[in-house]
């Protein structure tokens, strides 16, 4: 079950999962307006904020071998922090409490060889100047797999931590799109933004990896050493 797999690394997870012969569902709050899910893809459309519709989702899919969330919950501010909108910081968190929701309900339906990855992104490592929402945020998600691993064993939780990702989380089209991920990345040891693919592999290594538990894995383009 990928929750928010109808976009971005979540869609990229769902294509490389579904090519492994994985029995996929993609789920989000509008799964209609995905129009490249590989054949035989399911969807379901759930609200990760929403308790009662994620229990309903997780009980009709029954035992689950693989739980992966890209869900970004809600909108997201960015900004310098002492001129924040306080509504919008607190907004952020929204992908916290989505993740949390995955895991907390998502474990009682884990198998008991299941796996959950979670992605968070480089900003909780590296907070760069007007990222203190993403920042913040990135380091809870990161925080709690690593207090939550221990308790869910042999079942296992890790993330993954992307930098600069061309996805449709970014608005801007055309030349203005290509400027901001070439100014956005161009202090970075790889200057472009990375795939949603090259972290869609991440995921999929983190899946398959049955010696990882509670562990992050950058997929950054050099962001940490830059
Ligand atoms: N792209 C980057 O540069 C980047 C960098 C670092 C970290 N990340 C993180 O990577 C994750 C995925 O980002 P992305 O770039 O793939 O974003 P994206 O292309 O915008 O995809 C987000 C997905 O989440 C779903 N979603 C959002 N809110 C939801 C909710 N409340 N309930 C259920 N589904 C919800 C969306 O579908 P619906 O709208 O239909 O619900 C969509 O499928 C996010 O957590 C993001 O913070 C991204």
Avoid at 2 to 20: D, E
Avoid at 42 to 70: F, K, N
Avoid at 147 to 154: K, T
Wanted: net charge negative.
């Amino acid at each position: 079950m990928v929750f928010g797999g109808t976009s971005g690394i979540g869609l990229a997870a769902v294509k490389r999962l579904a090519a492994l012969g994985a029995e996929v569902v993609a789920i989000s709050r509008d799964p209609n307006k995905a129009t490249d899910l590989p054949d035989g893809v399911s969807t379901m459309a759930c609200d990760v904020l929403d308790r009662e519709a994620m229990e309903t989702v997780l009980t009709s899919c029954g035992p689950i071998d693989i739980l992966v969330s890209s869900a970004t919950g809600g909108s997201r501010s960015i900004g310098p922090f002492i001129d924040m909108d306080m509504d919008g910081f607190q907004g952020s968190f929204d992908k916290l409490w989505g993740y949390a929701n995955v895991v907390r309900y998502g474990t009682h339906h884990l198998a008991d060889d299941g796996t959950i990855v979670l992605v968070s992104g480089s900003p909780a490592s590296r907070t760069k100047a007007g990222q203190t929402s993403l920042g913040a945020v990135g380091a809870a998600v990161e925080q709690m797999a690593r207090a939550v691993a221990p308790e869910i064993a042999p079942k296992r939780l890790n993330v993954v931590s992307p930098g600069i990702i061309d996805t449709p989380i970014n608005p801007l089209e055309g030349e203005a799109r290509d400027n901001a991920y070439r100014s956005a990345t161009a202090g970075n040891l790889i200057p472009r933004a990375g795939t949603a693919d090259e972290v869609a592999h991440a995921i999929v290594f983190a899946i398959e990896n049955e010696f990882m538990t509670g562990n992050v894995i950058d997929v950054d383009g050099g962001w940490l050493l830059a």
